[in-house]
C-alpha cells in the first residue's frame, strides 16, 4: 500500500531558536496548508511557496522544492509576511503596492 504521508526534508537552517520555531513547527505547518503556489518562474526541481498553521497556532510561511510527488525539501520558513500573503490571494494588493524585485545571483 502506498504511503500518503509526505516526506519532508529540512535544510539545517529553517530550525530557528531565536524565532522559536522547530523542526516539528514547520512539518506541522507544512501539513496544515491554507494555500500554496507554485512559482513557474523557477527551474527544475519544481519551487513552491505556502502558508500553514503550525502546532503552536502561528502562520508559518514556507518555500519548498519538490523532489517527487511525495517528497519535499523545505529550505524557508519565518512567520507569514504581508508580501507571500498577497502573493498567495490571501491578503488583498494595496492600492499601488509595487512587487519587489529579487536580486538574481550572477
Not at 60 to 89: G, K, R
Request: hydrophobic share 35%; aromatic share 8%; with cysteine.
Amino acid at each position: 500500500m502506498d504511503n500518503l504521508e509526505p516526506i519532508i526534508h529540512l535544510h539545517p537552517r529553517v530550525i530557528n531558536a531565536e524565532r522559536k520555531i522547530s523542526e516539528a513547527n514547520v512539518k506541522n505547518a507544512f501539513q496544515n496548508t491554507l494555500q500554496k503556489l507554485r512559482r513557474w518562474h523557477q527551474g527544475e526541481p519544481p519551487e513552491w511557496v505556502g502558508v500553514g498553521i503550525d502546532d503552536k497556532g502561528r502562520l508559518l510561511q514556507y518555500v519548498a522544492n519538490q523532489d517527487s510527488p511525495n517528497s519535499w525539501f523545505i529550505w524557508h520558513c519565518m512567520a507569514a509576511t504581508d508580501d507571500v500573503l498577497i502573493e498567495l490571494e490571501l491578503k488583498p494588493r494595496p492600492r499601488g503596492y509595487k512587487t519587489r524585485k529579487r536580486k538574481r545571483n550572477r
